[in-house]
């Protein structure tokens, strides 16, 4: 039988402003970014499903594009 709450979700202290990207997902993907590059960083993290760690990536590189 499947579990089901009523509880809200909500989001922790590590989260990353407030988007739902926590702080250890955000780390990851800047390591990964700096070690590989974006696009093989995402690459790696969508095959693996590291969810959180695709959306800092994401997030990172339209960072990174608004720069240039």
Request: net charge positive.
């Amino acid at each position: 039988m499947r579990s089901t709450s009523n509880s809200p979700s909500h989001k922790t202290p590590t989260d990353f402003e407030g988007s739902g990207i926590s702080e250890q997902s955000r780390l990851l993907a800047q390591k990964l970014s700096n070690h590989m590059g974006i696009e093989n960083a995402l690459q790696i993290s969508a095959r693996n499903q590291w969810h959180g760690v695709v959306a800092a990536l994401k997030k990172l590189k339209l960072a990174r594009l608004g720069r240039d």
